[in-house]
Protein backbone atom coordinates (compact mmCIF):
# COMPACT_ATOMS: atom_id res chain seq x y z
CA UNK A 1 0.00 0.00 0.00
CA UNK A 2 2.24 2.50 1.02
CA UNK A 3 5.79 2.73 2.77
CA UNK A 4 6.74 1.40 5.91
CA UNK A 5 9.16 3.18 7.93
CA UNK A 6 10.70 2.40 10.76
CA UNK A 7 13.59 3.47 13.24
CA UNK A 8 15.27 0.81 14.99
CA UNK A 9 18.32 1.83 15.78
CA UNK A 10 17.87 5.05 17.30
CA UNK A 11 17.21 4.43 20.54
CA UNK A 12 19.94 2.59 21.20
CA UNK A 13 22.19 4.74 19.38
CA UNK A 14 21.00 7.80 21.45
CA UNK A 15 21.70 5.90 24.88
CA UNK A 16 25.29 5.07 23.81
CA UNK A 17 25.78 8.29 22.66
CA UNK A 18 24.91 10.03 25.85
CA UNK A 19 26.10 8.08 28.64
CA UNK A 20 24.71 7.53 31.85
CA UNK A 21 25.36 11.66 33.25
CA UNK A 22 21.33 12.68 31.96
CA UNK A 23 20.16 10.06 33.85
CA UNK A 24 21.33 10.97 36.71
CA UNK A 25 21.15 14.73 36.33
CA UNK A 26 20.67 16.89 39.45
CA UNK A 27 16.80 18.42 38.61
CA UNK A 28 15.22 16.46 36.69
CA UNK A 29 12.37 18.53 35.49
CA UNK A 30 8.74 17.57 33.92
CA UNK A 31 7.69 19.03 30.89
CA UNK A 32 4.06 18.81 30.04
CA UNK A 33 2.97 19.73 26.49
CA UNK A 34 -1.08 20.66 25.71
CA UNK A 35 -1.79 21.03 22.30
CA UNK A 36 -5.36 22.49 21.88
CA UNK A 37 -6.91 21.81 18.29
CA UNK A 38 -7.87 24.37 16.36
CA UNK A 39 -6.94 27.64 19.49
CA UNK A 40 -5.98 29.95 16.87
CA UNK A 41 -3.27 32.84 17.85
CA UNK A 42 -6.29 35.70 17.17
CA UNK A 43 -8.13 34.46 19.75
CA UNK A 44 -5.66 35.74 22.69
CA UNK A 45 -6.21 38.93 21.97
CA UNK A 46 -9.76 38.86 21.43
CA UNK A 47 -11.36 40.11 24.73
CA UNK A 48 -14.48 38.39 24.03
CA UNK A 49 -12.85 34.97 24.47
CA UNK A 50 -12.80 33.56 28.13
CA UNK A 51 -8.70 32.97 28.50
CA UNK A 52 -7.74 33.93 31.80
CA UNK A 53 -5.56 31.03 32.70
CA UNK A 54 -3.66 31.35 29.28
CA UNK A 55 -3.29 34.93 29.71
CA UNK A 56 -2.04 34.53 32.98
CA UNK A 57 0.68 32.12 31.79
CA UNK A 58 1.70 34.10 29.38
CA UNK A 59 2.21 36.95 31.71
CA UNK A 60 4.26 34.65 34.22
CA UNK A 61 6.20 33.47 31.23
CA UNK A 62 6.66 33.85 27.46
CA UNK A 63 4.53 34.03 24.59
CA UNK A 64 4.52 33.97 20.78
CA UNK A 65 2.21 36.92 18.79
CA UNK A 66 1.76 33.38 16.60
CA UNK A 67 3.51 30.37 15.70
CA UNK A 68 3.56 29.50 11.95
CA UNK A 69 2.17 25.71 11.42
CA UNK A 70 2.68 23.05 9.12
CA UNK A 71 1.10 23.05 5.62
CA UNK A 72 -1.12 21.79 5.05
CA UNK A 73 -2.98 23.47 8.81
CA UNK A 74 -4.48 20.41 9.60
CA UNK A 75 -4.16 17.65 13.14
CA UNK A 76 -1.61 14.72 11.76
CA UNK A 77 0.97 16.68 10.76
CA UNK A 78 1.41 19.51 12.62
CA UNK A 79 1.28 17.06 15.69
CA UNK A 80 4.00 15.06 14.70
CA UNK A 81 6.44 18.50 13.49
CA UNK A 82 5.59 19.48 17.24
CA UNK A 83 6.83 16.73 18.20
CA UNK A 84 9.69 15.79 16.00
CA UNK A 85 10.87 19.42 14.72
CA UNK A 86 11.01 18.80 11.34
CA UNK A 87 8.51 19.36 8.76
CA UNK A 88 6.21 16.93 7.28
CA UNK A 89 8.93 16.23 4.33
CA UNK A 90 10.93 15.05 6.73
CA UNK A 91 9.10 13.20 9.21
CA UNK A 92 6.32 11.41 6.55
CA UNK A 93 3.09 12.79 7.68
CA UNK A 94 1.65 15.36 4.60
CA UNK A 95 -1.56 15.36 5.57
CA UNK A 96 -4.84 13.74 7.88
CA UNK A 97 -5.69 11.87 4.46
CA UNK A 98 -4.14 11.26 1.23
CA UNK A 99 -4.37 8.84 -1.61
CA UNK A 100 -2.64 5.42 -2.51
CA UNK A 101 -1.38 5.65 -6.48
CA UNK A 102 -1.50 2.60 -6.77
CA UNK A 103 -5.00 1.83 -5.98
CA UNK A 104 -6.50 5.42 -5.74
CA UNK A 105 -7.94 5.08 -2.56
CA UNK A 106 -7.61 6.76 0.60
CA UNK A 107 -5.30 6.56 3.30
CA UNK A 108 -6.36 7.81 6.80
CA UNK A 109 -4.04 8.78 9.03
CA UNK A 110 -6.69 10.85 11.51
CA UNK A 111 -6.97 8.34 13.97
CA UNK A 112 -4.55 6.43 13.29
CA UNK A 113 -6.73 3.38 11.87
CA UNK A 114 -3.86 2.21 9.30
CA UNK A 115 -0.36 3.03 10.71
CA UNK A 116 1.68 2.63 13.70
CA UNK A 117 3.96 5.62 14.86
CA UNK A 118 7.16 3.27 13.93
CA UNK A 119 5.46 2.82 10.50
CA UNK A 120 4.69 6.44 9.62
CA UNK A 121 6.85 8.84 11.48
CA UNK A 122 10.22 8.24 10.14
CA UNK A 123 12.09 11.08 12.17
CA UNK A 124 12.96 10.45 15.94
CA UNK A 125 10.64 11.75 18.42
CA UNK A 126 10.94 14.09 21.57
CA UNK A 127 10.14 11.10 23.54
CA UNK A 128 12.27 8.69 21.95
CA UNK A 129 14.80 10.94 23.02
CA UNK A 130 13.31 11.29 26.32
CA UNK A 131 13.43 7.46 26.71
CA UNK A 132 16.76 7.25 25.67
CA UNK A 133 17.60 9.22 28.73
CA UNK A 134 16.28 6.86 30.99
CA UNK A 135 12.93 9.07 31.92
CA UNK A 136 9.45 8.75 31.45
CA UNK A 137 6.81 9.66 29.15
CA UNK A 138 3.15 9.49 28.53
CA UNK A 139 1.27 10.30 25.65
CA UNK A 140 -3.24 11.05 26.14
CA UNK A 141 -4.65 11.10 22.06
CA UNK A 142 -1.35 12.62 20.59
CA UNK A 143 -1.86 11.59 16.86
CA UNK A 144 0.53 8.90 15.35
CA UNK A 145 1.78 8.06 18.73
CA UNK A 146 0.21 4.02 18.32
CA UNK A 147 2.27 1.34 19.71
CA UNK A 148 5.56 3.54 20.16
CA UNK A 149 7.44 1.72 22.41
CA UNK A 150 9.44 4.76 24.23
CA UNK A 151 6.10 6.26 25.69
CA UNK A 152 5.58 4.40 29.17
CA UNK A 153 1.70 5.13 28.59
CA UNK A 154 -0.72 5.96 25.65
CA UNK A 155 -4.24 6.24 25.31
CA UNK A 156 -4.54 6.44 20.91
CA UNK A 157 -5.95 9.13 19.37
CA UNK A 158 -9.25 7.27 18.04
CA UNK A 159 -12.59 7.00 17.57
CA UNK A 160 -12.58 3.43 17.28
CA UNK A 161 -12.83 0.83 20.00
CA UNK A 162 -10.83 -1.57 18.53
CA UNK A 163 -7.84 0.74 18.36
CA UNK A 164 -8.48 2.08 21.96
CA UNK A 165 -8.37 -1.93 23.55
CA UNK A 166 -5.32 -2.79 20.96
CA UNK A 167 -3.31 0.40 21.96
CA UNK A 168 -4.05 1.29 25.51
CA UNK A 169 -1.31 0.97 27.27
CA UNK A 170 -1.55 -2.38 29.16
CA UNK A 171 -3.49 -1.90 33.11
CA UNK A 172 -3.92 1.27 32.50
CA UNK A 173 -7.71 1.36 32.06
CA UNK A 174 -7.67 -0.46 35.20
CA UNK A 175 -5.58 1.79 36.84
CA UNK A 176 -7.22 4.51 35.90
CA UNK A 177 -11.01 2.74 36.74
CA UNK A 178 -9.17 1.83 40.84
CA UNK A 179 -8.56 6.10 40.76
CA UNK A 180 -12.76 6.18 40.05
CA UNK A 181 -11.91 7.41 36.32
CA UNK A 182 -13.31 5.88 33.44
CA UNK A 183 -11.67 6.08 29.57
CA UNK A 184 -14.47 2.81 28.59
CA UNK A 185 -16.51 5.23 26.74
CA UNK A 186 -13.66 7.18 24.65
CA UNK A 187 -14.15 4.41 21.38
CA UNK A 188 -17.99 4.42 21.30
CA UNK A 189 -18.14 8.36 22.07
CA UNK A 190 -16.02 8.30 19.01
CA UNK A 191 -15.78 11.89 17.35
CA UNK A 192 -19.10 12.82 17.96
CA UNK A 193 -19.22 16.78 18.68
CA UNK A 194 -21.57 16.29 21.28
CA UNK A 195 -19.14 14.60 23.52
CA UNK A 196 -16.16 16.87 23.08
CA UNK A 197 -16.13 18.40 26.43
CA UNK A 198 -16.59 15.18 27.90
CA UNK A 199 -13.35 13.36 26.39
CA UNK A 200 -11.67 17.05 27.20
CA UNK A 201 -12.73 16.91 30.58
CA UNK A 202 -11.58 12.90 30.84
CA UNK A 203 -8.18 13.29 29.27
CA UNK A 204 -7.41 16.30 31.58
CA UNK A 205 -8.23 14.04 34.39
CA UNK A 206 -5.99 11.13 33.34
CA UNK A 207 -3.08 13.84 33.03
CA UNK A 208 -3.54 14.95 36.48
CA UNK A 209 -4.09 11.06 37.26
CA UNK A 210 -0.72 10.20 35.34
CA UNK A 211 0.94 13.53 37.14
CA UNK A 212 -0.03 12.59 40.78
CA UNK A 213 1.25 9.00 40.75
CA UNK A 214 4.20 8.88 37.83
CA UNK A 215 4.99 11.91 37.36
CA UNK A 216 6.12 11.05 33.91
CA UNK A 217 8.94 13.92 32.45
CA UNK A 218 7.05 14.74 29.86
CA UNK A 219 3.36 14.28 29.23
CA UNK A 220 1.76 14.93 25.75
CA UNK A 221 -1.90 16.28 26.21
CA UNK A 222 -4.10 16.54 23.09
CA UNK A 223 -7.04 19.10 23.98
CA UNK A 224 -9.92 18.83 20.84
CA UNK A 225 -13.12 20.95 22.07
CA UNK A 226 -12.71 23.99 19.81
CA UNK A 227 -11.95 22.30 16.66
CA UNK A 228 -14.78 20.46 17.14
CA UNK A 229 -16.96 23.21 17.67
CA UNK A 230 -15.57 25.57 15.40
CA UNK A 231 -15.75 22.91 12.00
CA UNK A 232 -19.58 23.61 13.00
CA UNK A 233 -20.22 26.92 13.67
CA UNK A 234 -17.17 29.01 12.70
CA UNK A 235 -14.15 30.70 14.39
CA UNK A 236 -14.77 33.54 17.09
CA UNK A 237 -18.62 32.85 17.12
CA UNK A 238 -20.32 32.64 20.83
CA UNK A 239 -20.15 28.77 20.66
CA UNK A 240 -16.39 29.05 19.53
CA UNK A 241 -15.68 31.10 22.58
CA UNK A 242 -17.47 28.81 25.08
CA UNK A 243 -15.11 25.88 23.36
CA UNK A 244 -11.98 27.91 24.10
CA UNK A 245 -12.94 28.48 27.79
CA UNK A 246 -13.83 25.45 28.52
CA UNK A 247 -10.32 24.55 26.95
CA UNK A 248 -9.00 27.09 29.36
CA UNK A 249 -10.78 25.58 32.58
CA UNK A 250 -8.80 21.95 31.43
CA UNK A 251 -5.14 23.76 30.93
CA UNK A 252 -6.03 25.27 34.65
CA UNK A 253 -6.29 21.81 35.75
CA UNK A 254 -2.73 20.94 34.84
CA UNK A 255 -1.28 23.98 36.01
CA UNK A 256 -2.59 23.41 39.52
CA UNK A 257 -1.10 19.90 40.29
CA UNK A 258 2.00 21.65 37.97
CA UNK A 259 2.59 24.13 41.22
CA UNK A 260 1.78 21.36 43.89
CA UNK A 261 4.46 19.27 45.51
CA UNK A 262 6.35 17.61 44.59
CA UNK A 263 6.16 18.86 41.04
CA UNK A 264 6.56 22.49 42.44
CA UNK A 265 9.48 24.05 41.28
CA UNK A 266 10.92 21.95 38.63
CA UNK A 267 7.80 21.79 35.97
CA UNK A 268 7.18 23.47 33.53
CA UNK A 269 4.16 23.82 30.97
CA UNK A 270 3.55 24.41 27.10
CA UNK A 271 0.86 25.62 25.80
CA UNK A 272 0.11 25.45 22.00
CA UNK A 273 -2.33 24.30 18.82
CA UNK A 274 -2.06 22.76 16.03
CA UNK A 275 -3.37 25.10 13.82
CA UNK A 276 -5.74 28.46 13.52
CA UNK A 277 -9.17 28.41 11.72
CA UNK A 278 -11.12 30.38 8.77
CA UNK A 279 -14.49 30.66 8.35
CA UNK A 280 -16.22 29.58 5.10
CA UNK A 281 -19.56 29.33 3.23
CA UNK A 282 -18.71 28.25 0.04
CA UNK A 283 -17.41 24.68 -0.90
CA UNK A 284 -15.14 23.65 -3.97
CA UNK A 285 -15.80 20.19 -5.55
CA UNK A 286 -12.81 19.93 -7.87
CA UNK A 287 -13.54 16.33 -8.49
CA UNK A 288 -17.11 17.14 -9.88
CA UNK A 289 -15.51 19.10 -12.19
CA UNK A 290 -12.91 16.27 -13.02
CA UNK A 291 -15.33 14.38 -13.74
CA UNK A 292 -17.30 16.42 -16.12
CA UNK A 293 -14.52 16.77 -17.80
CA UNK A 294 -13.99 12.94 -18.28
CA UNK A 295 -11.05 12.88 -15.70
CA UNK A 296 -13.32 10.82 -13.60
CA UNK A 297 -15.56 8.10 -15.06
CA UNK A 298 -18.53 6.30 -13.90
CA UNK A 299 -19.73 3.28 -14.23
CA UNK A 300 -22.99 2.55 -14.20
CA UNK A 301 -23.85 1.59 -10.36
CA UNK A 302 -21.83 5.41 -9.95
CA UNK A 303 -18.85 3.61 -8.90
CA UNK A 304 -15.25 4.28 -10.41
CA UNK A 305 -14.84 3.04 -14.24
CA UNK A 306 -11.93 5.21 -14.65
CA UNK A 307 -9.36 8.02 -12.34
CA UNK A 308 -6.67 9.63 -13.94
CA UNK A 309 -6.91 12.84 -11.38
CA UNK A 310 -8.16 12.83 -8.09
CA UNK A 311 -8.69 15.92 -5.06
CA UNK A 312 -8.23 15.23 -1.83
CA UNK A 313 -9.16 18.13 0.66
CA UNK A 314 -7.52 19.20 3.31
CA UNK A 315 -10.19 22.17 3.81
CA UNK A 316 -8.36 25.35 2.67
CA UNK A 317 -5.91 23.17 0.31
CA UNK A 318 -6.48 20.14 -1.68
CA UNK A 319 -3.85 17.84 -3.29
CA UNK A 320 -4.09 16.76 -6.59
CA UNK A 321 -3.33 13.52 -7.52
CA UNK A 322 -2.33 12.73 -11.27
CA UNK A 323 -2.76 9.15 -11.40
CA UNK A 324 -2.60 8.38 -15.20
CA UNK A 325 1.34 8.30 -15.54
CA UNK A 326 1.74 7.62 -19.28
CA UNK A 327 -0.22 10.97 -19.60
CA UNK A 328 0.93 13.14 -16.68
CA UNK A 329 2.58 16.07 -18.02
CA UNK A 330 -0.29 17.00 -20.31
CA UNK A 331 -2.28 16.02 -17.61
CA UNK A 332 -0.87 18.25 -15.50
CA UNK A 333 -1.33 21.34 -17.67
CA UNK A 334 -4.65 20.59 -18.28
CA UNK A 335 -5.22 20.10 -14.33
CA UNK A 336 -3.84 23.24 -13.46
CA UNK A 337 -5.39 25.27 -16.21
CA UNK A 338 -9.48 23.91 -15.08
CA UNK A 339 -8.13 24.88 -11.48
CA UNK A 340 -7.24 28.23 -12.13
CA UNK A 341 -10.61 29.08 -13.67
CA UNK A 342 -12.87 27.13 -11.07
CA UNK A 343 -13.91 30.42 -8.78
CA UNK A 344 -12.58 29.94 -5.28
CA UNK A 345 -9.27 28.78 -6.00
CA UNK A 346 -6.62 31.37 -5.33
CA UNK A 347 -3.62 29.52 -6.58
CA UNK A 348 -2.14 26.11 -7.54
CA UNK A 349 1.37 24.92 -6.21
CA UNK A 350 3.76 22.75 -8.24
CA UNK A 351 6.21 20.62 -6.96
CA UNK A 352 9.26 22.90 -7.21
CA UNK A 353 7.36 25.33 -4.75
CA UNK A 354 6.88 22.69 -1.88
CA UNK A 355 10.36 22.94 -0.86
CA UNK A 356 9.72 26.35 0.47
CA UNK A 357 6.81 24.95 2.74
CA UNK A 358 8.44 21.42 4.00
CA UNK A 359 6.81 19.26 2.14
CA UNK A 360 8.14 16.24 -0.40
CA UNK A 361 9.02 15.91 -4.13
CA UNK A 362 6.05 12.63 -5.51
CA UNK A 363 8.97 11.46 -6.31
CA UNK A 364 10.54 11.31 -2.91
CA UNK A 365 6.59 10.20 -0.78
CA UNK A 366 4.30 8.69 -3.37
CA UNK A 367 1.73 9.77 -0.87
CA UNK A 368 2.15 13.41 -1.91
CA UNK A 369 0.08 15.33 -4.46
CA UNK A 370 1.68 16.51 -7.40
CA UNK A 371 -0.16 19.95 -7.31
CA UNK A 372 -1.74 21.80 -4.39
CA UNK A 373 -4.61 23.95 -4.80
CA UNK A 374 -5.64 26.68 -2.07
CA UNK A 375 -8.47 28.39 -1.39
CA UNK A 376 -9.69 32.24 -1.39
CA UNK A 377 -11.27 33.44 2.03
CA UNK A 378 -14.45 32.36 2.53
CA UNK A 379 -13.99 28.92 0.50
CA UNK A 380 -13.03 25.55 1.23
CA UNK A 381 -12.17 22.43 -0.70
CA UNK A 382 -14.63 18.72 -0.55
CA UNK A 383 -14.15 15.58 -1.89
CA UNK A 384 -17.67 15.13 -3.27
CA UNK A 385 -17.67 13.77 -7.48
CA UNK A 386 -20.85 13.28 -8.10
CA UNK A 387 -23.00 16.30 -9.01
CA UNK A 388 -23.57 18.74 -11.29
CA UNK A 389 -22.14 22.49 -9.25
CA UNK A 390 -18.35 21.93 -8.65
CA UNK A 391 -19.37 25.09 -5.97
CA UNK A 392 -21.75 25.26 -3.59
CA UNK A 393 -23.47 27.28 -1.23
CA UNK A 394 -23.39 25.84 2.42
CA UNK A 395 -26.12 27.87 3.67
CA UNK A 396 -24.17 29.40 6.58
CA UNK A 397 -20.91 29.87 7.52
CA UNK A 398 -18.59 26.89 9.09
CA UNK A 399 -15.28 26.71 10.23
CA UNK A 400 -12.05 24.66 8.01
CA UNK A 401 -8.32 24.79 8.31
CA UNK A 402 -5.19 22.92 6.24
CA UNK A 403 -5.10 26.74 4.36
CA UNK A 404 -1.13 27.63 3.59
CA UNK A 405 0.00 28.80 7.26
CA UNK A 406 1.15 32.06 6.97
CA UNK A 407 -2.24 34.12 7.08
CA UNK A 408 -2.68 35.34 10.53
CA UNK A 409 -5.79 33.65 11.10
CA UNK A 410 -3.96 30.14 10.69
CA UNK A 411 -1.31 30.83 13.22
CA UNK A 412 -1.15 28.66 15.93
CA UNK A 413 0.01 29.77 19.80
CA UNK A 414 2.63 29.40 21.96
CA UNK A 415 2.67 29.90 25.56
CA UNK A 416 5.51 28.85 28.30
CA UNK A 417 5.17 29.12 32.26
CA UNK A 418 7.00 27.52 34.76
CA UNK A 419 11.10 25.77 35.74
CA UNK A 420 13.38 27.32 32.95
CA UNK A 421 11.05 29.79 31.41
CA UNK A 422 11.81 33.43 31.55
CA UNK A 423 9.17 35.70 32.86
CA UNK A 424 7.71 38.37 30.80
CA UNK A 425 9.15 37.23 27.65
CA UNK A 426 7.69 38.41 24.07
CA UNK A 427 8.43 37.07 20.46
CA UNK A 428 7.08 37.93 17.46
CA UNK A 429 5.99 35.15 14.91
CA UNK A 430 7.33 31.39 15.77
CA UNK A 431 7.56 27.97 13.81
CA UNK A 432 6.01 24.68 15.31
CA UNK A 433 9.62 23.40 14.66
CA UNK A 434 10.88 25.14 17.29
CA UNK A 435 8.81 23.01 20.01
CA UNK A 436 10.75 20.25 20.04
CA UNK A 437 14.08 21.50 20.48
CA UNK A 438 12.97 24.16 22.83
CA UNK A 439 11.74 21.27 25.48
CA UNK A 440 14.61 18.66 24.70
CA UNK A 441 17.06 21.56 25.87
CA UNK A 442 14.72 22.39 29.05
CA UNK A 443 14.54 18.30 29.51
CA UNK A 444 18.49 18.38 28.65
CA UNK A 445 17.95 15.31 26.22
CA UNK A 446 19.27 15.74 22.24
CA UNK A 447 17.53 16.07 19.72
CA UNK A 448 20.02 17.00 17.35
CA UNK A 449 18.03 16.03 14.21
CA UNK A 450 15.49 19.28 14.41
CA UNK A 451 15.34 21.64 12.00
CA UNK A 452 13.53 24.08 14.35
CA UNK A 453 16.07 25.90 16.57
CA UNK A 454 16.24 26.35 20.32
CA UNK A 455 13.89 29.16 21.70
CA UNK A 456 17.14 30.67 23.76
CA UNK A 457 15.40 33.94 24.55
CA UNK A 458 12.47 32.13 27.25
CA UNK A 459 14.73 29.96 28.43
CA UNK A 460 16.81 30.62 32.04
CA UNK A 461 20.47 30.95 31.99
CA UNK A 462 21.44 27.36 34.35
Same mark, same amino acid.
Given at each position: ??????????????????????????????????????????????????????????????????????????????? +?????????????????????????????? !??????????? +????? #????????????????????? =??????????????????????????? /???????????????????????????????????????????????????????????? =????????????????????????????????????? !? !??????????????????????????????? =??????????????????? #?????????????????????? =????????????????????????????????????????????????????????????????????????????????????????? #?????????????????????? #?? /??????
Amino acid at each position: MSYRILIPTFVLTLQMAMGQSLVAAERPRHVVLISVDGLSATYFDDNRAPLPTLRSLARQGAVAEGMITSFPSVTWPSH +VSLVTGVSPGTHGVVANRVIDRKTGKEITY !VGDPTFTKEEC +VRSPT #LYDAVSAAGMTAASIIWPACN =GAKTLNWVIPDSNRSSIHQRFTTPGLV /EELDQAGISIAKLGRWGWKKEFAPARDSTYSRVAVHLLNRHRPNLLLLHLITPDQIEHVH =GPHTEEAYWAVGNADDRIREIWEILNKSPLAGNSTLF !V !VSDHGFAAYDKMIYPNILFQQEGLIKLDADG =GFDEKHVWSQSSGGSAMIY #LLDEANKEPLRTKVRRLLAQLE =GVDRVLGFEEFKQYGLPNPAENPQQGDLIAVVKPGYAFGNDYKGTDAIEDVGSSKGTHGHLPEPHYMHATFVAAGAGIRSGTKLKTISN #LDVAPTIARLLEVPLPTAEGRV #LT /EILETR
